[in-house]
């Protein structure tokens, strides 16, 4: 996110210590830096809430027993929890992601479409390549998955360091295409049947993930996703290359200056949001559809967007924005049985959570400098 | 200049008080500024005479104060007040519209927003008569990009004389002026006031304040010390009253003989952004310990020669050998593992990352490299070890290694891109504009340990803007202007006025 | 129609072509303005969907056109004021509000259509075509100029009102200042947040209508995401036409050519090519456009940028 600067000729205080220095001075208490990072998303969440709510009332619907619907849609008992655990899994690998490239200051809006190039080719592993024993066929489409999100994302990466192209309108081209391309598979060459759905066949048994919760639904995808956090968490703050991304994105001239190939970076961190959205679609396919079809992604990219955002860009909020976005989405679904409020609601809150989001972040950082 | 013994007051601030978050920019100023002078507000960088002057003009709101103008109080919400009362402001960093005329810019803002721009015309001979006047030549339809750095300093000029002004204030407008240039302003400064023209000139060179004012005010830390004629004062007792203190400016004795090349520069061609040769066929050399200025007004290659020695933009034609090996091709960072460091111009672009913490500014060539790193991981605690013992040794004020360096003042900041620099004990040392914008004790400090790291062995080639600092500083005095080394001469102060011309493009026999 | 020579059938694709390239000259040259001042608004598809859904829900009430455009422009004015106040005065990173008002748009929209809507007949009476007794009859031109219908005109009106605001009125001076240099305005007394404010209302009125047009002249309905990505190609139709209104107006032209042709092959019989191929193509078309035009050296220089005073 941009970040003010601070004009050196204008404020410069002579280095003799002095009270101002530590009056205004922006040491700031663990206390403080806790507030910010958890409460802040907390109260953001609870202000689109509340906007939202006053839209449901203006529509002429009850806000309160529409957000008890979705509370009980989301927390209502066990299969419910692990259903929103489930909705969770592709939006933590989404999300954590997203984390990864938004810190390198570059604006991938397009996980959707890596999502579905992910998914494509995951499918084609998982069906075509149905033989092959489970040990070898899993990771393979594992492996698959993530090889189409990233180098989906890559391209556009390319554009950007090869012809300066911006990434928000390519990202957004490309998932039209991705989209596009999807729906022309899935009704021609790989439809399971001509004349029958448009869908492809199923992925073999042996391509399935492990269900580890009978008879729940939720399966080691959600495993999977939360280690994939906790990793890109560790690469970004502990390891020298996500020092290299973290510094791209606050500053590619002082990164240059400090030896940094910014070119190559930012293709590194596409590919990383990129093969994270792939894997995300792999997980879903493996794990929970079993095969591809028109609208294998409702939105998942954007909601991803979402999910970075809200936890202030690190892969482990990543964790607990991507469950809180799942339980809004399976919430949604039984918002809609129950009080008849379109699901696509959600949407829109999403949007708001965002915006109160952005909101507070300009405020944490004035007060906490950081 | 004749005494003025009865005067009239024409601006009095009182009390002014202007915070920003972190700092107190001017506590409790107070200026008494009298009709036709010429008063000087000086003080060092961070004194507060920006702000106090920017308040003035309507660009700050004040926390608190009065501004008395004209035996009026007044209140500015914004410059098109302050224009409306016939004041004048000159900006240090050029407040111009590249991609618009010179003509464009001089009626920016001073039209309602629906009013039809169909009298260009009339604007065009109104700046031609104003350029014949004052002598400020300047065509009405060039546009800002295309204008030289004097040009341009000669357009913010005409902008205030456009309109009718009473109060003109200057602000460092000498910055960016060879000498010469700089006489002629003051030559038509002096003009002005005669006039009748009030003026308040903005500036930390004591020279220019014996040379040009009546009367000087010193601002320190943010307060008014002192109001003085300047003809019973004495360039030691302002800047006495500017520091506080007295000013030592010990610096080291050279001692060792100066060694073999460490930089050679050959035929050095170098384009700049817009695809113009900024450094035109540049050949030259530094040798271990010594220290080679390089003298010269902006804006003549002085930017583009530092980025191509660095490696951060391509070089069009010509070869550079760092230790006898070819470094023309190379990135920055084969260049820093050869040992080259580089402070460099713009510190906040450049040398730190603002929202990092000062231990990853001072790892910033090194976080990938033993034993910063191992395995990929970055070795947390030898980071903070490092920093902890490098703001010892250099001194620098901070209340944690584990804040954003955005929290440091600039002179801080400064120490820590010098301290790393410094620290790899480098072959070759590319410092560019290295004291620009931070307090004389930061200031001091810097200059001393650049002569330091010359007597270790390093090569130093110093560019910088400020002559003052070239001839302190310098072994040997190279002029560049418009991509060219136009001269060389020995840190002679004699020989200043020399340097003036070569700065300026012209011949001279040394 | 579908088998017969190109050349006839020129006149019905030029046709066609403005009248697609009609929303995307309305949201670009409104998102020029925008971004001259220095702000970037990528939310435009967004407020398009709002206008769109706003101008079909009040012809829908009113069964009147004006009170239709009229809200849309309303509603657009709200979004400029609602954006600028995030990413002007609230200084919120711009790329993310815009992320933020595409969703809200999408959302809402949806929400609000199959609340009120879904289910019913919904079709509404659409803006007039001209119909100038001789000229409408003439061969070929006729077809191309005479028989569009009102808004689809009203755009050879917008483009030269469009430069003569940005260049031969002080106002325009103001917004390329604050553009490329809002320091320097700003010492000069313009007010850089309220020429930003400005700039940001103008461009999301603009599109509102551009989403009008879509809803009550192009079609006579409201679908959900009618807007197709229109928004982002307009962003894009900025950067290809480099941020001049002459130059944004023929971009336009030329995705719309696109937009017509896809139409135009998929009607026809006997494709070869899956139809899916043709779709794509004004996405396509996007990218290669942006790769040819190498970056933003056009672009103002305080694109995006928070001004701090």
Not at chain 1, 320 to 348: D, N
Not at chain 2, 61 to 76: A, L, M, N, R, T
Not at chain 3, 177 to 185: L, M, Q, R
Not at chain 3, 249 to 254: E, H, Y
């Given at each position: 996110?941009?970040?003010?600067?601070?004009?050196?000729?204008?404020?410069?205080?002579?280095?003799?210590?002095s009270?101002?220095e530590?009056?205004g001075?922006?040491?700031t208490?663990?206390?403080?830096?806790?507030?910010?990072?958890?409460?802040?998303?907390?109260?953001?969440?609870?202000?689109?809430?509340?906007?939202?709510?006053?839209?449901?009332?203006?529509?002429?619907?009850?806000?309160?027993f529409?957000?008890?619907?979705?509370?009980?849609g989301?927390?209502g008992?066990m299969?419910?929890?692990?259903e929103?655990?489930?909705?969770a899994?592709?939006?933590?690998?989404?999300?954590?992601g997203?984390c990864?490239?938004?810190?390198?200051?570059i604006?991938?809006?397009?996980?959707?479409?890596?999502?579905?190039?992910?998914?494509?080719?995951?499918?084609?592993?998982?069906?075509?390549l149905?033989?092959?024993?489970?040990?070898?066929?899993?990771p393979?489409?594992?492996?698959?998955?993530?090889?189409?999100g990233?180098?989906?994302?890559?391209?556009?990466?390319?554009f950007?360091?090869?012809?300066?192209?911006?990434?928000?309108v390519t990202?957004?081209?490309?998932n039209?295409?991705?989209?596009?391309?999807t729906?022309?598979?899935?009704?021609?060459?790989?439809?399971?049947?001509?004349?029958k759905?448009?869908q492809?066949?199923?992925?073999?048994?042996a391509?399935?993930?492990?269900r580890?919760?009978?008879?729940?639904r939720?399966?080691?995808?959600?495993?999977?996703?939360?280690?994939?956090?906790i990793?890109?968490?560790?690469?970004?703050?502990?390891?020298?290359?996500?020092?290299?991304?973290?510094?791209?994105?606050?500053?590619p001239?002082?990164?240059?200056y400090?030896?940094?190939d910014?070119?190559?970076?930012?293709?590194?961190?596409?590919?990383i949001?990129?093969?994270?959205?792939?894997?995300a679609?792999a997980?879903?396919?493996?794990?929970?559809?079993?095969?591809?079809?028109q609208?294998?992604?409702?939105?998942?990219?954007?909601?991803?967007?979402?999910?970075?955002?809200?936890?202030?860009?690190?892969?482990?909020?990543?964790?607990?924005?991507?469950?809180l976005?799942?339980?809004l989405?399976?919430?949604?679904?039984?918002?809609q049985?129950?009080?008849?409020?379109?699901?696509v609601?959600?949407?829109?809150?999403?949007?708001l959570?965002?915006?109160?989001?952005?909101t507070?972040?300009?405020?944490r950082?004035?007060?906490t400098?950081? | 200049?004749?005494?003025?013994?009865?005067?009239?007051i024409?601006?009095?601030?009182?009390?002014?008080?202007?915070?920003?978050p972190?700092t107190?920019?001017?506590?409790?100023?107070?200026?008494?500024v009298r009709?036709?002078?010429?008063?000087?507000l000086l003080?060092?960088?961070?004194?507060?005479?920006?702000?106090l002057?920017s308040?003035?003009?309507?660009?700050f709101?004040?926390?608190?104060?009065?501004?008395?103008?004209?035996?009026?109080p007044?209140?500015?919400?914004?410059?098109?007040?302050?224009?409306?009362?016939?004041?004048?402001m000159?900006h240090?960093?050029?407040?111009l519209?590249?991609?618009?005329t010179v003509?464009?810019n001089?009626?920016?803002?001073?039209y309602e927003?629906?009013?039809?721009?169909n009298?260009?015309?009339?604007v065009?001979?109104?700046?031609?008569?104003i350029s014949?006047?004052?002598?400020?030549?300047?065509?009405?339809?060039?546009?800002v990009?295309?204008?030289?750095?004097?040009?341009?300093?000669?357009?913010?000029?005409?902008?205030?004389?456009?309109?009718?002004?009473?109060?003109?204030?200057?602000?460092?407008?000498?910055?960016v002026?060879?000498?010469?240039?700089?006489e002629g302003?003051?030559r038509l400064?002096?003009?002005?006031s005669?006039?009748g023209?009030?003026?308040?000139?903005i500036?930390?060179?004591?020279e220019?304040?014996?040379?040009?004012?009546?009367r000087?005010?010193?601002?320190?830390?943010?307060?008014?010390?002192?109001?003085?004629?300047?003809?019973d004062?004495?360039?030691?007792?302002?800047?006495r009253?500017?520091?506080?203190?007295?000013?030592?400016?010990?610096?080291?004795?050279?001692?060792?003989?100066?060694?073999?090349?460490?930089l050679?520069?050959?035929?050095?061609?170098?384009?700049?952004?817009?695809?113009?040769?900024a450094?035109?066929?540049?050949?030259?050399?530094?040798h271990?310990r010594?220290?080679?200025?390089?003298?010269?007004?902006?804006?003549?290659g002085?930017?583009?020669?530092?980025?191509?020695?660095?490696?951060?933009?391509?070089?069009?034609?010509?070869e550079?050998?760092?230790?006898?090996?070819?470094?023309?091709?190379?990135?920055?960072?084969?260049?820093?593992q050869?040992?080259?460091?580089?402070?460099?111009?713009?510190r906040?672009?450049?040398?730190?990352?603002?929202?990092?913490?000062?231990?990853?500014?001072?790892?910033?060539h090194?976080?990938?490299?033993?034993?910063?790193?191992?395995?990929?991981?970055?070795?947390?605690?030898i980071?903070?070890e490092?920093?902890?013992r490098?703001?010892?040794?250099?001194?620098?004020r901070?209340?944690?290694?584990?804040?954003p360096?955005?929290?440091?003042?600039?002179?801080?900041?400064?120490?820590?891109?010098?301290?790393?620099?410094?620290?790899r004990n480098?072959?070759?040392?590319?410092?560019?504009?290295?004291?620009?914008?931070?307090?004389i004790?930061a200031?001091?400090?810097?200059?001393?340990?650049?002569?330091l790291q010359?007597?270790?062995?390093?090569?130093?080639?110093l560019?910088?803007?400020?002559?003052?600092?070239?001839?302190?500083?310098s072994?040997?005095?190279?002029?560049?202007?418009?991509g060219k080394i136009?001269?060389?001469?020995?840190?002679?102060?004699?020989?200043?006025d020399?340097?003036?011309?070569?700065?300026?493009?012209?011949?001279v026999?040394? | 129609m579908?088998?017969?020579?190109?050349?006839?059938?020129?006149?019905?694709?030029?046709?066609a072509?403005?009248?697609m390239?009609?929303?995307?000259?309305y949201?670009?040259?409104?998102?020029?303005?925008?971004?001259?001042?220095?702000v970037?608004?990528?939310?435009l598809?967004?407020?398009?969907?709002?206008?769109?859904?706003?101008?079909?829900?009040?012809?829908?009430?009113?069964?009147?056109l004006?009170?239709?455009?009229?809200?849309?422009?309303?509603?657009?004015?709200?979004?400029?004021?609602?954006?600028?106040?995030?990413?002007?005065?609230?200084k919120?990173?711009?790329?993310?509000?815009?992320v933020?008002?595409?969703?809200?748009?999408?959302g809402?929209?949806?929400?609000?259509?199959?609340?009120l809507?879904?289910g019913?007949?919904?079709a509404?009476?659409?803006?007039?075509?001209?119909?100038?007794?001789?000229?409408s009859?003439l061969?070929?031109?006729?077809?191309?100029?005479?028989?569009?219908?009102?808004?689809?005109l009203?755009?050879?009106?917008l483009?030269?009102?469009?430069?003569?605001?940005l260049?031969?009125?002080?106002?325009?001076?103001?917004?390329?200042s604050?553009?490329?240099?809002?320091?320097?305005?700003?010492?000069?007394?313009?007010?850089?947040?309220?020429?930003?404010?400005?700039?940001?209302?103008?461009g999301?009125?603009?599109?509102?209508?551009?989403?009008?047009?879509?809803?009550?002249?192009?079609?006579?309905q409201?679908v959900?995401g009618?807007?197709s990505?229109?928004g982002?190609?307009?962003?894009?139709v900025?950067?290809?036409?480099?941020?001049r209104?002459?130059?944004?107006?023929?971009?336009?032209?030329?995705?719309?050519?696109?937009?017509?042709?896809?139409?135009?092959?998929?009607?026809?019989?006997?494709l070869?090519?899956?139809?899916?191929?043709?779709?794509?193509?004004?996405?396509?078309?996007?990218?290669?456009?942006?790769?040819?035009v190498r970056?933003k050296?056009?672009?103002?220089s305080?694109?995006a940028?928070?001004?701090?005073?």
């Amino acid at each position: 996110m941009a970040e003010p600067s601070t004009s050196s000729s204008e404020t410069a205080v002579t280095s003799t210590t002095s009270a101002e220095e530590l009056l205004g001075h922006k040491e700031t208490s663990r206390l403080s830096k806790f507030l910010w990072g958890v409460v802040g998303p907390i109260a953001a969440i609870l202000v689109a809430f509340l906007v939202s709510g006053i839209i449901l009332l203006m529509a002429g619907y009850n806000p309160v027993f529409a957000y008890i619907t979705l509370l009980e849609g989301a927390f209502g008992d066990m299969r419910v929890i692990t259903e929103v655990l489930l909705q969770a899994t592709p939006l933590i690998l989404i999300g954590a992601g997203l984390c990864v490239v938004f810190r390198a200051n570059i604006w991938n809006i397009g996980a959707e479409g890596q999502f579905y190039i992910g998914a494509v080719l995951s499918a084609v592993v998982g069906i075509y390549l149905g033989d092959l024993p489970a040990i070898i066929l899993i990771p393979l489409l594992l492996l698959a998955g993530m090889l189409g999100g990233a180098l989906w994302a890559m391209l556009a990466g390319w554009f950007k360091v090869r012809f300066g192209a911006s990434e928000i309108v390519t990202t957004i081209m490309l998932n039209y295409i991705a989209i596009i391309s999807t729906g022309y598979l899935v009704t021609g060459p790989m439809i399971e049947e001509v004349g029958k759905f448009p869908q492809t066949a199923q992925v073999a048994e042996a391509a399935r993930l492990f269900r580890f919760l009978p008879p729940t639904r939720l399966h080691i995808g959600f495993i999977i996703a939360i280690l994939v956090a906790i990793l890109l968490w560790v690469f970004l703050f502990k390891s020298s290359m996500g020092f290299a991304i973290r510094a791209v994105g606050h500053s590619p001239e002082a990164a240059s200056y400090a030896g940094i190939d910014v070119g190559r970076n930012v293709l590194l961190a596409m590919a990383i949001s990129g093969g994270a959205a792939g894997l995300a679609a792999a997980v879903q396919v493996s794990g929970l559809t079993f095969r591809l079809y028109q609208q294998i992604s409702p939105g998942y990219g954007f909601t991803g967007i979402a999910v970075a955002l809200l936890a202030y860009n690190n892969p482990l909020g990543a964790i607990f924005s991507g469950i809180l976005f799942g339980a809004l989405r399976s919430g949604a679904e039984v918002m809609q049985i129950s009080a008849g409020i379109p699901s696509v609601m959600v949407v829109a809150i999403q949007g708001l959570v965002i915006l109160s989001v952005a909101t507070f972040s300009v405020y944490r950082m004035k007060y906490t400098s950081r | 200049m004749d005494m003025k013994n009865d005067y009239e007051i024409i601006l009095r601030m009182e009390n002014m008080v202007k915070t920003f978050p972190g700092t107190v920019a001017n506590r409790d100023v107070n200026l008494e500024v009298r009709k036709g002078e010429i008063h000087c507000l000086l003080g060092e960088n961070g004194a507060g005479k920006t702000v106090l002057m920017s308040t003035l003009y309507g660009l700050f709101q004040p926390d608190s104060g009065q501004i008395i103008y004209k035996g009026e109080p007044v209140h500015f919400h914004s410059p098109k007040d302050a224009i409306q009362q016939n004041i004048g402001m000159v900006h240090q960093h050029f407040m111009l519209v590249p991609t618009m005329t010179v003509a464009e810019n001089v009626i920016l803002g001073q039209y309602e927003p629906w009013k039809v721009l169909n009298d260009m015309e009339q604007v065009s001979n109104k700046i031609r008569e104003i350029s014949e006047k004052f002598n400020l030549q300047i065509d009405p339809d060039a546009f800002v990009r295309d204008l030289s750095v004097g040009e341009q300093q000669r357009l913010e000029l005409l902008k205030t004389l456009y309109h009718w002004v009473d109060l003109l204030i200057l602000d460092e407008p000498t910055a960016v002026l060879t000498p010469q240039e700089t006489e002629g302003l003051l030559r038509l400064l002096r003009e002005l006031s005669e006039e009748g023209l009030t003026i308040i000139f903005i500036t930390h060179k004591l020279e220019e304040v014996m040379q040009i004012s009546d009367r000087v005010t010193v601002l320190r830390d943010g307060q008014d010390v002192a109001t003085v004629n300047t003809a019973d004062t004495s360039p030691e007792q302002l800047a006495r009253l500017m520091v506080g203190r007295d000013v030592l400016m010990e610096l080291p004795d050279r001692h060792g003989a100066v060694g073999d090349a460490v930089l050679s520069v050959k035929n050095l061609v170098v384009e700049n952004e817009r695809g113009l040769i900024a450094v035109d066929n540049l050949s030259f050399e530094v040798h271990e310990r010594e220290v080679v200025g390089i003298a010269g007004v902006s804006g003549n290659g002085q930017t583009e020669l530092a980025l191509a020695l660095a490696g951060l933009t391509p070089i069009s034609s010509g070869e550079i050998y760092l230790d006898n090996q070819d470094a023309t091709h190379v990135t920055p960072r084969q260049l820093s593992q050869n040992g080259f460091a580089h402070v460099p111009e713009d510190r906040h672009k450049m040398g730190i990352i603002l929202p990092f913490t000062v231990s990853e500014n001072f790892i910033l060539h090194e976080f990938k490299d033993q034993p910063y790193a191992q395995h990929g991981l970055l070795k947390e605690s030898i980071i903070e070890e490092n920093s902890t013992r490098l703001v010892e040794k250099y001194d620098v004020r901070l209340a944690s290694v584990d804040e954003p360096i955005s929290s440091l003042s600039g002179g801080n900041q400064q120490k820590v891109v010098v301290a790393r620099e410094l620290n790899r004990n480098p072959r070759f040392l590319l410092v560019n504009q290295p004291t620009r914008g931070i307090d004389i004790g930061a200031t001091e400090f810097v200059r001393q340990q650049i002569l330091l790291q010359r007597d270790a062995g390093t090569a130093v080639l110093l560019i910088s803007t400020e002559l003052e600092e070239i001839f302190h500083l310098s072994d040997r005095i190279l002029v560049m202007f418009e991509g060219k080394i136009v001269g060389e001469v020995p840190p002679d102060r004699g020989l200043i006025d020399e340097v003036g011309l070569m700065m300026a493009g012209k011949e001279v026999r040394v | 129609m579908e088998s017969l020579p190109f050349f006839v059938m020129l006149p019905a694709i030029l046709a066609a072509t403005w009248r697609m390239a009609t929303p995307l000259i309305y949201a670009s040259i409104g998102e020029l303005f925008t971004e001259r001042t220095g702000v970037l608004n990528i939310g435009l598809e967004g407020i398009m969907l709002f206008g769109a859904f706003t101008a079909f829900a009040a012809v829908l009430f009113t069964d009147n056109l004006i009170i239709g455009i009229a809200a849309a422009i309303l509603v657009g004015i709200l979004l400029g004021l609602l954006f600028a106040l995030f990413t002007v005065t609230i200084k919120a990173n711009q790329i993310v509000v815009g992320v933020a008002f595409n969703l809200l748009g999408l959302g809402m929209t949806g929400f609000l259509f199959r609340a009120l809507f879904v289910g019913t007949d919904n079709a509404v009476r659409t803006v007039p075509v001209l119909n100038i007794p001789v000229l409408s009859d003439l061969p070929i031109i006729g077809e191309i100029v005479f028989r569009q219908n009102l808004m689809v005109l009203a755009t050879l009106i917008l483009v030269p009102v469009a430069s003569f605001l940005l260049y031969k009125v002080a106002f325009g001076l103001s917004v390329r200042s604050v553009g490329e240099h809002p320091k320097a305005a700003d010492t000069v007394g313009i007010g850089v947040a309220r020429t930003r404010y400005a700039g940001v209302i103008i461009g999301a009125t603009l599109t509102a209508v551009a989403g009008a047009y879509l809803t009550i002249a192009h079609t006579n309905q409201f679908v959900e995401g009618i807007t197709s990505g229109r928004g982002f190609i307009a962003l894009a139709v900025v950067v290809f036409g480099r941020w001049r209104p002459k130059g944004v107006f023929w971009a336009s032209i030329l995705f719309g050519v696109f937009f017509a042709l896809q139409l135009r092959l998929q009607a026809m019989p006997d494709l070869i090519i899956p139809y899916q191929a043709l779709q794509m193509l004004p996405y396509v078309a996007t990218i290669v456009a942006l790769l040819s035009v190498r970056g933003k050296t056009h672009a103002p220089s305080a694109l995006a940028v928070p001004y701090e005073p």
